[in-house]
């Protein structure tokens, strides 16, 4: 009987590989390896059919940016889910770098910054996420967080960069486990911005394939990363005046419903009301 399953589930481009890093270095210890995140906390896209990872506990923790849908891959499997937000206009710049490092050097150097963010305001998210099927930002959270029985524990980018140890903590209470301190911090420490952009570099440097850090040696050179900036509150009308204001009326839903309309830094409570 495979089982059951606690998604990190998100929006692509929200954090899920820095929570993925942090579970890991707490439960199965430092990791030397990003094909070693992968092999105990699962990517569904991934390796969606042989889906297995280290269980803790009786419980697999595994990564997924799919709606909560009937269709969803192993959608039978779910037990509770931990749901990472980021404030859209963070979401849309770590995109753009996204795609970026996903193009050719020549593709890259042609998206207009402009086009792809009006894009995606119009769209309500990446033209591409949409076409997997992930829908909307919007759509995308309210599809597990507004879910009416599934037991989701919601931690915002915004307070793991304030205070990366509570919200690890948290998280470990949400599963059941009674964080222990030290442990918590040797894994926010290893965890940290500048440790995964390290080992991103060694990697595509020594030529290690990756299914965690996307993009090749190429990217290293050319200075586009998946661990790129760790983008944080940085405006959009920067590209044109105007942008910050049509982003917000777009996601004005999104903004109330994860408290990026109080002052910054205010903790949200966390729950699985809609």
């Not at 890093?21 to 995140?37: I, K």
């Not at 599809?143 to 140890?165: K, N």
């Amino acid at each position: 009987m495979p089982e059951p399953i606690c998604w990190l589930a998100s929006y692509p481009k929200s954090g899920n590989t820095w929570v993925r890093f942090l579970l890991h270095q707490y439960f199965f210890g430092r990791v030397e390896s990003s094909g070693a995140v992968d092999a105990a906390i699962p990517d569904v896209h991934v390796r969606s059919e042989i889906f297995e990872g280290v269980p803790v506990d009786g419980v697999l923790l595994a990564k997924t940016h799919h709606r909560l849908m009937s269709t969803m891959p192993h959608r039978e499997r779910t037990r509770r889910a931990i749901y990472i937000v980021r404030h859209p206009r963070d979401v849309m710049w770590s995109a753009f770098n996204y795609t970026r490092l996903i193009s050719t050097a020549e593709v890259a150097a042609r998206i207009s910054p402009e086009g792809y963010m009006r894009n995606f305001i119009r769209l309500g998210g990446d033209p591409l996420y949409v076409q997997f099927g992930f829908g909307s930002l919007i759509e995308h959270a309210g599809s597990w967080c507004s879910h009416p029985t599934l037991d989701v524990h919601i931690v915002r980018y915004e307070d793991l960069r304030l205070d990366a140890h509570e919200e690890l903590a948290s998280m470990l209470r949400f599963m059941g486990h009674e964080p222990d301190a030290e442990r918590v911090g040797q894994a926010v420490e290893a965890s940290s911005f500048n440790r995964m952009r390290s080992l991103e570099c060694e990697e595509k440097v020594s030529g290690v394939s990756s299914t965690v850090f996307s993009g090749g040696s190429s990217s290293v050179r050319t200075g586009r990363l998946f661990m790129n900036a760790a983008t944080l509150g940085r405006s959009l009308d920067e590209i044109a005046p105007g942008l910050d204001a049509l982003a917000e009326e777009r996601f004005g839903w999104f903004l109330r419903r994860f408290g990026y309309e109080s002052p910054a830094g205010m903790r949200r409570q966390r729950s699985n009301a809609g």
